[in-house]
């Protein structure tokens, strides 16, 4: 269950990615981001979801949105998982599960009828200011991806204003005067 909901301030973070990077939250720029926590580097589900984001990046960056994967690993199988797979979204680092169990995104689970402890696979958009603006909990990485840019598409729509209901009284006014 995640404890963050929206509106919140999205946990700053200080990870690597596959060169040895650090990225931080804090510092980057972005008119949105998309968090997104996937269990491991090079499986098939993690696999379909990353190439996914790839595939959809450029439309991503007409909305001014940073994709961020995270998970365990290190940079190692983060450069390897890239190079395989020709990956473009930045992947990054979390070996103890930190950050993951800041965002809500860690703990015990069940696979192929074991409970174990795992990355859950969960999706968060923030805003400019990093606040948390949709959460998407146990995400199917066949059609998470365009449920995210569509949310951020709609983001972007110019707000419907509804036009006020409330008639008008005119009888202050005497017709002779006009």
Same mark, same amino acid.
């Given at each position: 269950?995640i404890t963050l909901q929206i509106?919140?301030?999205?946990?700053?973070?200080?990870? %690597? !990615? %596959?060169?040895?990077? /650090?990225?931080?939250?804090?510092?980057?720029? =972005?008119?949105?981001?998309?968090?997104?926590?996937?269990?491991?580097?090079?499986?098939?589900?993690?696999? /379909?979801? =990353? +190439?996914?984001?790839?595939?959809? /990046?450029?439309?991503?960056?007409? @909305?001014?949105?940073?994709?961020?994967?995270?998970?365990?690993? !290190?940079?190692?199988?983060?450069?390897?998982?890239?190079? +395989?797979?020709?990956? %473009?979204?930045?992947?990054?680092? !979390?070996? !103890?599960?930190?950050?993951?169990?800041?965002?809500?995104?860690?703990?015990?689970?069940?696979?192929?009828?074991?409970?174990? $402890?795992?990355?859950?696979?969960?999706? @968060?958009?923030?805003?400019?200011?990093?606040?948390?603006?949709?959460?998407?909990? +146990?995400?199917?990485?066949?059609?998470?991806?365009?449920?995210?840019?569509? @949310?951020?598409?709609?983001? %972007?729509?110019?707000?419907?204003?509804? =036009?006020?209901?409330?008639?008008?009284?005119?009888?202050? @006014?005497?017709? $002779?005067?006009?």
């Open positions: 269950m509106g919140d301030q999205a946990p700053d973070f200080s990870l %690597k !990615d %596959k060169d040895n990077k /650090i990225h931080t939250l804090k510092e980057m720029h =972005a008119e949105y981001f998309v968090i997104y926590f996937y269990p491991q580097d090079d499986t098939p589900g993690c696999t /379909i979801e =990353a +190439k996914s984001f790839t595939e959809a /990046i450029d439309q991503f960056k007409k @909305f001014n949105t940073e994709i961020i994967g995270i998970s365990g690993g !290190d940079e190692t199988t983060k450069k390897l998982f890239c190079t +395989k797979h020709h990956l %473009k979204v930045l992947l990054l680092s !979390d070996p !103890d599960f930190a950050v993951a169990k800041k965002y809500s995104s860690y703990g015990e689970k069940e696979v192929m009828g074991q409970t174990v $402890e795992g990355i859950f696979r969960n999706t @968060f958009v923030l805003d400019a200011e990093k606040k948390i603006i949709m959460i998407y909990e +146990k995400v199917k990485p066949e059609t998470h991806i365009p449920e995210v840019l569509d @949310f951020i598409r709609r983001q %972007k729509e110019p707000q419907n204003v509804q =036009a006020d209901d409330t008639e008008y009284d005119d009888s202050q @006014f005497d017709e $002779e005067q006009w």
